[in-house]
Nanobody, 125 residues
Framework: QVQLVESGGGLVQAGGSLRLSCAASGRTFSSYSMGWFRQAPGKEREFVARITWRGGRRDYADSVKGRFTISRDDAKNTVYLQMNSLKPEDTAVYYC??????????????????WGQGTQVTVSS
């Protein structure tokens, strides 16, 4: 099991930036990759970005490419999501997730095994 705790959310104006953190603990060695998802009111949870622990492979949703950057700090067992040029449509609860196995379907929430509680990001227009 992996325990995940997100932080760094808040209220920001459009065009601003936020940096989210996801601190992982427990059996982190069992995780293959870490991902960020978000869920806006009335919508399904959607994929944002992911990074693999071993190779640092990064993947992004088309909606955030060029604006968001996922990164990791192995020593701290922490994954970050740097969000720049934020838009009102980025408003959502952001969740950190861990996947135990390789998957070509990393955009699917069902591919992940452990989840954090989420952190609210609100972007005003």
């Amino acid at each position: 099991q992996v325990q995940l705790v997100e932080s760094g959310g808040g209220l920001v104006q459009a065009g601003g930036s936020l940096r989210l953190s996801c601190a992982a603990s427990g059996r982190t060695f069992s995780s293959y990759s870490m991902g960020w998802f978000r869920q806006a009111p009335g919508k399904e949870r959607e994929f944002v970005a992911r990074i693999t622990w071993r190779g640092g492979r990064r993947d992004y949703a088309d909606s955030v490419k060029g604006r968001f950057t996922i990164s990791r700090d192995d020593a701290k067992n922490t994954v970050y999501l740097q969000m720049n040029s934020l838009k009102p449509e980025d408003t959502a609860v952001y969740y950190c997730a861990a996947s135990r196995s390789f998957s070509l379907s990393f955009q699917w929430a069902q591919s992940y095994d452990d989840w954090g509680q989420g952190t609210q990001v609100t972007v005003s227009s």
